[in-house]
């Protein structure tokens, strides 16, 4: 699994954004055909990333595991769930498609870039939690686990997502 995997990842965690948006032009305006791609578009992203952390869990291969520091991720969440009420806010500002096509191309560009992702909280709702965990060499990644984890002592095995993220195998 590489980079552009961890891109459609992050991207997808602002699916609920494109059904804010066309819920929010809809609410304003009407319905217009432009609304139902936003919601499409949004409904789509919304099960990629479930998609995707399934297929790394069959798909990857197991690598032992051996962690000296976790800390919890989550925090980032709440700047992700008001990405999800700005379209409200911005219904005056007449968002086109065009446009946010053009913003998620450059967040993908930029998020190729980053060796981090956001929490998802479409994820979190599936039950997965994020965490920011220190391999014994000293590599920082960000792990996602279906459990609490409070000792870097309880991480065993992990498959490889992308090369700064691992998914907690159970």
Do not use: C
């Not at 791609?37 to 992203?45: C, E, N, R, T, V």
């Amino acid at each position: 699994m590489r980079n552009w995997l961890k891109t459609l990842l992050f991207l997808s965690t602002f699916s609920p954004s494109l059904m804010s948006i066309g819920l929010s032009r809809i609410w304003s305006q009407g319905f217009a055909v432009e609304d139902s791609f936003y919601i499409l578009s949004g409904a789509a992203g919304f099960s990629l990333g479930a998609i995707i952390i399934r297929s790394a869990e069959k798909h990857s291969e197991t690598i032992n595991f051996s962690a000296k520091k976790i800390e919890a991720n989550d925090a980032l969440m709440l700047g992700v769930f008001g990405t999800y009420i700005i379209p409200f806010l911005g219904v005056a500002s007449n968002i086109t498609f065009t446009t946010v096509v053009l913003i998620i191309l450059v967040f993908a560009a930029l998020l190729w870039l980053v060796s981090s992702i956001l929490p998802h909280p479409m994820l979190r709702i599936l039950g997965y939690k994020f965490y920011k965990v220190e391999s014994a060499t000293g590599v920082v990644y960000t792990l996602l686990a279906r459990r609490e984890l409070l000792d870097p002592k309880n991480i065993k095995q992990v498959k490889k997502i992308s090369n700064s993220m691992l998914v907690e195998v159970t």
